[in-house]
């Protein structure tokens, strides 16, 4: 394999990773799996994905996060201000 090969497979493997991990922290936001039961009266749900960048050693990454319909999840500090 080549550096820029194996540098190819390593930032996918970062992104499926991220990815992964924001989509089990929404679940864990939201209380429910994906296409499972939802709970009693829901007052928030999915809604698609976004596309971020993300910062890390090796630059910046672009990923496609989870997103929630009263969109509280994901939000930056800078979006709070």
Known sequence: MSPEELDAAVRRFKKA????????????????????????????HRNGSGSKTVLT????????????REGLFRRTPREDS
């Open 17 to 44: 990773m991220v990815e992964r991990a924001l989509g089990g922290e929404l679940t864990h936001h939201l209380g429910d799996p994906p296409g499972g039961t939802k709970p009693e009266d829901p007052t928030n």
């Open 57 to 68: 050693d090796d630059g910046p990454l672009g990923i496609d996060g989870p997103r929630d």
